[in-house]
Nanobody, 117 residues
């Protein structure tokens, strides 16, 4: 049974930083592309960043240069380092695991990130 558990969200002032973590269990971590998505109030969920098992990364344009996705294979964990946060980064951030062959998706429960004075 796939389980993705996120942590690290919270309230931060504009310009601040947060690091999100997503611990995966029940999967062969190396067979999954891991990613972070977010959903702001009243908006559709959007891709923030993904990282394949080969290390290829994809970022939404609005976070390039500010956010960094990384993986720790020893801990089966994916991270999202978020710097220079802006109010428009506010939303629920969810971890995603997508099997590299079947495309099957699994999701975490989400963690709230609020960027505000």
């Amino acid at each position: 049974q796939v389980q993705l558990v996120e942590s690290g969200g919270g309230l931060v002032q504009p310009g601040g930083s947060l690091r999100l973590s997503c611990a995966a269990s029940g999967i062969i971590f190396s067979r999954y592309t891991m990613g972070w998505y977010r959903q702001a109030p009243g908006k559709q969920r959007e891709l923030v960043a993904t990282m394949s098992s080969s290390g290829e990364t994809v970022y939404v344009a609005s976070v390039k240069g500010r956010f960094t996705i990384s993986r720790d294979y020893a801990k089966n964990t994916v991270y999202l380092q978020m710097n220079s946060l802006k109010p428009e980064d506010t939303g629920v951030y969810s971890c995603n695991a997508r099997h590299w062959v079947t495309g099957g998706d699994s999701w975490g429960q989400g963690t709230q990130v609020t960027v505000s004075e």
